[in-house]
């Protein structure tokens, strides 16, 4: 992944712009076939999308400088999409800053940036806030535009550097996260894997320091899972004062990295070559792959309550209960966030070609390419278009 950086006067900070050279993931072609079966259970069965850029009015080619920031996680689909984007749309300068799902909503309530990223649905708050820089009060609204697995990594001298998985339940996890589970050799996990040597060494746990729907994401499925063992509020702020913090996904992945014995979280497209935990379904443990949170979210259906506070909001309540074979239960849906109306014209012609791309075949396609992601199924489409239709401009 190569980026040039930018000065970004708007958000104060370096920002990534693209050249179009990907970094192609190698494991994205062999599981492309499975990933694209994902659905929603709420909308029957469906086949990924099969729309194009034409599904929203953008025939006019985009023009001008646009920013964006927000979710660490996105960054590599955000960067196979901005040179998508820009090959279609050479006059678009645009740059992103992977601030984290929280900063990146902060900043763009200050009307500093065209669209945030972010791995968490707009809080109620958060909804109200957004009409102070929306135009004519209307709110902003958040539709899903990634949907990857959320891997639990660590590296484990003589296991994850052999390329093996650690089995773990969900109550292992909350612990290890808690800080009741100390060592790697402690019952709990010598149970759950009996074929592997586990040392007798500390566990160190690595976690985001910033404000991260990663974290919610993560959290929440511990919560949903075993909440006997986590009894911490849901928040993008991590609840505890176990282990390290590190700013945003690189930054936790960098630091496992360098510390054996270390166990974080980050989005899948960032593991690398460490270890991964197969996560406990039903009676089996299932490993990390886009398939498996496909099938999870597939397991999963929309939340109409986040839609009545504003039509145009498409937010997916996430089994993280869910038993079907070969699911993997730590999912992450990420938003992109817009204004339904916008002051600037410009930006309202940007923001509305921009997410007709994103969730287009061929954005879709770049992001499987570049970070591994499942696919939008269509009906899901159909609706994040319509509100992608819904954005307007009432300035010049």
Known sequence: ????????????????????????RAIAAGLLASATLVSFAACGDNVPASNSQSSANTSAKIVGNFQG?????????????????QSKNPGAKIAYNPTGSGAGVTTFMTGATAWAGS??????????????????????????????????????????DAGKHINMDASTIAKIFDGKITRWNDDAIKSQNPKLKLPDKPITVVHRSDKSGTTQNFLSYIKDVAPSDWSYDLSENWPNSVGQGAKGTSGVVSTIR????????????QVGKLGTVAVKVGDSYNQISPEGGSITVNDSKVD???????????VVKINHKTEEKGAYPIVLVSYDIVCN?????????????????????????????????APLPEKLIDRINES???IQSVGK
């Open 69 to 85: 920031s927000g979710a660490s996680s996105q960054q590599v689909a955000v960067e196979a999409w901005i040179a998508g984007f």
């Open 304 to 314: 109409e309550d986040a839609a009545a506070k504003s039509k145009h909001r498409v």
């Open 341 to 373: 109306a916008y002051k600037d014209a410009a930006t309202a012609r940007f923001a509305k070609s921009w997410l007709s791309y994103v969730v287009s075949k061929d954005g879709q396609a770049a992001a499987q390419g570049a970070a591994g992601t």
């Open 258 to 269: 360098m510390a054996d014995g270390a166990i974080g979280y980050a989005d899948f497209s």
């Open 1 to 24: 992944m190569r980026k040039n950086a930018v000065k970004n006067n708007a958000v104060k900070n370096k920002s990534i712009k693209l050249n179009t050279n990907l970094n192609i």
């Open 119 to 160: 791995d968490k649905s707009l809080s109620d708050d958060e909804l109200e806030k957004s009409k102070s820089v929306c135009a004519n009060g209307t709110t902003a609204f958040d539709v899903p535009v990634y949907v990857s697995p959320i891997a639990v990594i660590f590296n484990l001298k003589g296991i994850s």
């Open 388 to 390: 992608i239709q819904s």
